[in-house]
């Protein structure tokens, strides 16, 4: 059923409807692009403000004084954070962006040696993990053959067998995303990670794309290393201080790229010339946190603590499920589904059409908000803790009136400089 009153019943049902409200959302407008820049929340907005307080009483005693003294605030809100990523609290620290986080990641953990010499990753990853990967193999003087690349048989997803079968020999350490950012396919990371370490490969993961859309278990699976960026599902606001995870087993690993900030809490001011690294993720921080980029993010996280992670997620793949069904229903033989049509998809769908970037702009110019993936691809994340069901039964109306009436004929299919 794809009608209007089966969204409100859902809507009536669902436990999470409530958080909406604590969301800025523009009148008129059904952002579907939480999957990029989530939302901001009054609660988000309130940290940021609590902060600038603690700036403006305190002055430089803000480092050890107020409710979240800076000196501590990034390994504070890693805690907060880890159950998002089924870590230990010192697993996890919050710090730098999700590029410089994969730079210091393999800067510690790729050591080539004459037979284990290659980073394997993927060739639908993301541009900016494959431009460090390469330029970190640069680094060591390495051609660029040692950065090795899964395949994709579709162009849209990745095979566990396709992953497992490039586990060779050479290989010494493999990045892969959780959540492929096209086409949303949510990976095994369970089976790819105990695969790796059978063949003695270090792994690990980004989680752009999923952290705060999808439970994970990174300790448990053992996973070595993991980052990602808080400003997408996680809502922690444009720009905002990532995370890395190091699994215990490597605690006591150097870190490659060093800095004070990597200390030893109670050893980085004695200002000693070698540096006392910290006992656990901490160690893998380079420079001072960026405080006020890291503020808005316990807010952010406030909600997820209450709303909790699974919940988000069932809900989630309800919403997809809806969106799915309205689409095929409504507007038949129209797009193709990019994403996993089955529960190995994330938090978003991806629709492919020829006319993909002039849709988007049709569906901005008619209150709603997607994003385009050039060439032709549409993605749709309607975000469990601020959209309804009624508002992808509206935005999928909104749709069909652009595909029917070819209203998108207007715009140019070409993509703007941000897409
Ligand atoms: C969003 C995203 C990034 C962004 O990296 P930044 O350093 O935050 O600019 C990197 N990798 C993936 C897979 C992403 O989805």
């Known amino acids: 059923m794809t009608t209007i009153e089966k969204a409100r019943l859902l809507d009536q049902q669902d436990t999470l409807g409530k958080y909406a409200d604590e969301f800025y959302k523009k009148e008129g407008q059904i952002y579907l692009d939480g999957n990029s820049l989530g939302l901001l929340s009054k609660r988000a907005e309130q940290s940021v403000l609590t902060l600038l ?6 002055g430089i005693d803000g480092w050890t004084s107020g409710e979240h003294p800076w000196f501590y605030l990034s ?9 998002l990523v089924g870590a230990k609290s010192k697993e996890v620290v919050l710090t730098g962006s999700t590029t410089t986080n994969l730079h210091q990641l393999l800067a510690t953990f790729f050591k080539p040696t004459e037979k284990r010499n290659k980073i394997l990753a993927d060739e639908l990853n993301f541009p900016s993990d494959l431009y460090a990967v390469a330029s970190q193999i640069a680094l060591h003087n390495l051609p660029e053959s040692h950065m090795k690349l899964v395949k ?3 162009g849209q997803t990745i095979s566990t067998e396709a992953i497992i079968e490039a586990m060779t020999d050479d290989v010494a350490v493999a990045v892969l995303p959780a959540v492929l950012y096209r086409s949303g396919q949510v990976l095994d990371l369970q089976a790819i990670t105990k ?4 063949r003695g490969i270090i792994i690990g993961f980004d989680l752009c794309h999923s952290i705060g859309s999808i439970p994970h278990q990174l300790h448990e699976i053992g996973a070595d290393f993991a980052f990602w960026c808080n400003y997408k599902h996680l809502n922690g606001g444009p720009g905002s201080v990532a995370g890395l995870f190091v699994h215990e087993k490597h605690f ?4 490659g790229l060093a800095g004070w900030f990597g200390s030893a809490k109670e050893k980085q001011f004695d200002l000693e010339t070698t540096i006392s690294a910290a006992p656990d993720a901490g160690a893998y921080q380079i420079g001072t946190p960026h405080i006020l980029s890291l503020a808005p ?8 603590a209450e709303a909790g992670i699974d919940a988000v997620r069932e809900k989630s793949l309800a919403l997809t499920e809806y969106m799915m069904e309205c689409i095929m229903h409504e507007i038949p033989n129209t797009f193709t ?3 996993p049509l089955d529960e190995t998809r994330g938090g978003h769908l991806f629709l492919v059409h020829d006319e993909a970037a002039r849709i988007c702009k049709a569906l901005k110019e008619n209150g709603v908000v997607p994003d385009f993936r050039a060439p032709n691809g549409i993605r749709l994340a309607p975000v469990a803790l601020y959209n309804s069901f009624e508002e992808v039964w509206h935005a999928v109306q909104i749709l069909k009136d652009i595909v029917f009436n070819k209203t998108y004929e207007n715009h140019e299919n070409k993509r703007d400089i941000i897409a």
């Open 53 to 58: 307080d603690s700036w403006r009483q305190y």
């Open 75 to 83: 390994e504070k809100l890693g805690e907060y954070c880890a159950p």
């Open 152 to 154: 994709s048989e579709d």
């Open 195 to 198: 695969a790796a370490h059978e």
């Open 252 to 255: 006591g690993t150097a870190p």
């Open 297 to 304: 993010i316990e807010g952010a996280l406030s909600i997820f």
């Open 337 to 339: 589904f990019g994403n």
